[in-house]
């Protein structure tokens, strides 16, 4: 049942998404192709151009801020929400679904946002460079890392798509909180959010002082000592995961108890 979810979710947002991708990546295209003809005949179009493609950008942006929210909210917590919590599926799966989708939208917009740029700021012999750039560095991290190299990226990914879902968490969780009261609901999600922000500060300043210890605090960043500080780094970045993980555990059992046990849709 999670996969139909996810394939609904993605097929309600997609809708949205899709052509303001497209939309950025044509003006992208429009902007690159009258950028080199000179501004005497071109200037005008050059710069509409340039403020739509801006536009796009920061409405794809805030557009992927909102509909996290819109579609948490609407689906779950609003009148439809009575329908959606009549299907034969726990409330867990449909928190998974709508943050898993969330996630992928944000990921995809920041990847549409640099490729867009790269268009616009192409060269002639410029992919060209870029490959080589990346495989140079490539070719350094391994050779001063070896094999740790990979389990390091991957781990450094991780704890990017942890903090990722932590932010988008937290709001589902303050969202569901502030629906727990009969009036100013949003305004009291607001006040949830605020709260549950410093709470989280302080976790992470507990954490932080508890850690602060001398092994910590002198490793240094240069290749040799950042080689011979593999242990150390691997689990400072260990503990950042399972820190951040139970973050996200935290804010996850709040909305799923919520629209569990305590479901208010009136």
Excluded at 44 to 55: E, F, G, L, Q
Excluded at 155 to 169: N, Y
Excluded at 258 to 264: C, D, Q, T, Y
Aim: hydrophobic content about 55%; some cysteine.
């Amino acid at each position: 049942m999670l996969n139909k979810l996810l394939k609904y979710e993605l097929k309600a947002t997609g809708r949205i998404f899709l052509p303001l991708f497209l939309a950025l990546l044509l003006f992208a295209g429009i902007t690159r192709l009258i950028s080199p003809l000179g501004p005497e005949k071109f200037d005008t179009i050059a710069m509409i151009s340039k403020a739509i493609y801006t536009v796009i950008m920061v409405g794809m942006f805030v557009m992927t801020f909102i509909m996290m929210i819109q579609r948490f909210h609407k689906n779950l917590l609003s009148d439809e929400g009575y329908l959606m919590h009549t299907l034969p599926v726990k409330p867990w799966k449909h928190i998974v679904s709508k943050l898993l989708v969330s996630m992928l939208w944000m990921v995809t917009s920041v990847i549409i946002a640099m490729i867009s740029i790269l268009i616009i700021a192409y060269k002639k012999g410029a992919v060209t460079e870029i490959v080589k750039g990346l495989a140079t560095a490539h070719n350094k991290v391994i050779e001063q890392l070896g094999a740790w190299a990979y389990p390091l990226t991957f781990e450094m990914i991780l704890v990017v798509l942890l903090f990722l879902a932590s932010g988008i968490l937290i709001i589902y969780a303050s969202v569901a909180l502030g629906h727990l009261f009969n009036r100013h609901k949003m305004l009291a999600s607001f006040g949830a959010f605020v709260g549950l922000n410093a709470l989280s500060q302080i976790y992470f300043g507990l954490i932080s002082s508890s850690f602060r210890s001398a092994h910590f605090a002198n490793i240094h960043l240069s290749t040799m000592g950042f080689v011979s500080s593999q242990s150390v780094i691997q689990l400072a970045i260990g503990l950042g995961i399972l820190f951040v993980g139970l973050l996200c555990a935290a804010y996850f059992a709040i909305t799923n108890f919520i629209l569990s046990k305590r479901l208010n849709l009136e």
